[in-house]
């Protein structure tokens, strides 16, 4: 009998604890899409119909390897309308195919094109810093626009983005593409990138605050103040770190400037990936930097498991409170893709398999790291 009361009691237990876990997760998920949608009212976005911009502005394209990419691009650029006086330098980061030709080609029909040949980089400097450090330092203009070169602009995306920069008072601004996702893989994951911003980050407060923590941004896209480009350092404040877009934004918060991630699904998209392989390879090599610390990357990918895979499961098992955290986590989701022109339907109802998915990513980019197997590009991390 002893046993079987002890049976009970462990059974009874685990009930009450399933219980508290699936409300808490609830809870959580719900105070998060709350948080999405207010997130979604304050989202900066550039102008449709941007003033034609007074002074240079110098887009910078760090291209390694990109030889089948770039010439969209450049002809976006070719395209832009509304900056008189802009100047496109590409820097050809010692690439293994035929990137350094096609910029040449471009420059010989477009006299504000230039190709910067890379240098390898010195130790202590990642790849792609260390181009767009080369890049910073040739540049002439009042303003910096980086792009990268799988990026698609529309005719007015420069303009609009020098616009938002002006209009905003601000000295960085980082207008997200609208992320193009084709297979299941892209699509699990990539909209996973405006998310996870839209739904932690307060908007309003990192605009002001110069907390290192309340700092987003994508190097796909971004614009940055010259003045408060070098006063920051540049990116070789940033020289060794796989997210360099979020540390060149730190490091112009640490000299006193101020900057947010917008909306730029308007005038840009962008393809990172074409498949799940990668999707894998690309998150492996970057997500282990993402959260400071393996035991942040397990504090965050808990709390997040809590929120949208705990309810959903308990939904699944016929619990209602986890059907309504599942619901909140579905809406949220929904909230974020229909503010940043990404897929919201079907998609968003899979949201905790992209919970999932990440959490996998982040174990993976860990594990590689402490490994010392991390590679981008054919260069170690």
């Known amino acids: 009998m002893s046993r079987l009361a002890g049976r009970a009691r462990r059974a009874a237990l685990a009930r009450a604890l399933t219980r508290i876990l699936t409300r808490t997760g609830t809870v959580l998920a719900v105070g998060l899409t709350v948080h999405t949608v207010r997130n979604a009212r304050l989202l900066r976005r550039p102008p449709d119909e941007p003033p034609a911009v007074r002074g240079r502005v110098s887009v910078l394209v760090p291209a390694r390897d990109e030889a089948t990419t770039l010439p969209r691009l450049l002809a976006c650029l070719a395209e832009q309308t509304g900056v008189p006086d802009l100047e496109v330098l590409v820097c050809d980061d010692r690439s293994s195919d035929a990137t350094a030709d096609v910029v040449r080609a471009a420059a010989a029909r477009d006299p504000r094109v230039r190709l910067v040949p890379?240098?390898?980089?010195?130790?202590?400097?990642?790849?792609?810093?260390?181009?767009?450090?080369?890049?910073?330092?040739?540049?002439?203009?009042?303003?910096?626009?980086?792009?990268?070169?799988?990026?698609?602009?529309?005719?007015?995306?420069?303009?609009?983005?020098?616009?938002?920069?002006?209009?905003?008072?601000?000295?960085?601004?980082?207008?997200?593409?609208?992320?193009?996702?084709?297979?299941?893989?892209?699509?699990?994951?990539?909209?996973?990138?405006?998310?996870?911003?839209?739904?932690?980050?307060?908007?309003?407060?990192?605009?002001?605050?110069?907390?290192?923590?309340?700092?987003?941004?994508?190097?796909q896209l971004l614009a940055v103040d010259a003045t408060a480009y070098r006063r920051a350092g540049g990116h070789a404040a940033v020289a060794g770190e796989v997210l360099e877009d979020i540390g060149l934004l730190r490091a112009v918060k640490r000299s006193g400037g101020r900057g947010v991630p917008c909306d730029g699904s308007g005038v840009a998209a962008c393809r990172m990936y074409t498949s799940w392989a990668q999707v894998e390879a690309g998150y492996t090599k970057s997500l282990w930097s993402a959260f400071g610390s393996p035991a942040g990357a397990a504090a965050v990918m808990g709390v997040l498991a809590l929120a949208y895979v705990w309810p959903a499961a308990a939904a699944l098992a016929g619990s209602r409170v986890g059907a309504v955290g599942y619901a909140a986590g579905v809406l949220g989701r929904y909230v974020a893709a229909e503010a940043t022109g990404g897929r919201s339907l079907p998609d968003a109802l899979a949201h905790p398999l992209s919970v999932l998915a990440a959490a996998w990513l982040t174990a993976r980019s860990l594990h590689g790291r402490r490994h010392g197997t991390l590679t981008w590009k054919g260069r170690g991390l």
């Open 118 to 219: 890379g240098r390898e980089p010195p130790p202590g400097w990642l790849g792609k810093p260390h181009a767009c450090h080369q890049l910073g330092r040739e540049a002439t203009g009042e303003v910096l626009v980086f792009v990268d070169a799988d990026v698609t602009l529309a005719p007015h995306a420069v303009a609009a983005t020098v616009a938002l920069l002006r209009g905003s008072g601000l000295d960085l601004v980082s207008p997200y593409p609208r992320q193009l996702a084709g297979s299941a893989g892209e699509r699990l994951v990539q909209p996973l990138l405006q998310w996870s911003w839209l739904t932690t980050l307060p908007l309003g407060r990192a605009e002001r605050s110069p907390r290192a923590s309340l700092a987003a941004a994508n190097g």
